[in-house]
């Protein structure tokens, strides 16, 4: 059972171009800024940029792996900070996600507060679950 003040462990997940085409394919946005460095410098973006609901499912991911069910997530909500720039090697960027429960309620929902960063900046801000407890 999750607790107040409780710190949930640090999820962390590798994020490669290859990973924005098969969103793109999945979610049907296939916006060039996802995958042509041209196109995303020519609108002002540092580069190619991670979808954000891509971004905002690799939290919600997070949340899952820790509750360990799929399907607990009642309420998620967060605001996009800034953009997730995915370069175009290998290795990619990595995410991580860090949360804290805040307050469980009467009902024993847990209301998680989560931390999503790149290179330690946050890439989503006012980032929260709230979450059933088996």
């Not at 949930?8 to 460095?37: E, M």
């Not at 800034?82 to 990595?94: H, Y």
Request: aromatic share 6%; net charge negative; hydrophobic share 40%.
């Amino acid at each position: 059972m999750l607790q107040q003040g409780t710190q949930l462990p640090v999820q962390t997940y590798q994020v490669t171009r290859a990973d924005l085409v098969r969103y793109a394919g999945a979610s049907g946005d296939f916006n060039p800024i996802h995958w042509n460095d041209r196109v995303a410098t020519a609108v002002g973006l540092p580069g190619v940029i991670a979808h954000g609901m891509f971004t905002m499912a690799l939290a919600g991911r997070a949340v899952t792996t820790w509750t360990g069910d799929p399907g607990s997530i009642v309420e998620y909500s967060v605001r996009f900070a800034r953009p997730l720039v995915v370069p175009d090697d290998d290795e990619g960027t990595q995410v991580q996600v860090a949360g804290v429960v805040k307050a469980v309620d009467e009902e024993g929902r847990a209301q998680l507060d989560l931390t999503v960063t790149c290179g330690g900046e946050k890439v989503l801000t006012q980032a929260k679950a709230l979450v059933r407890q088996g």
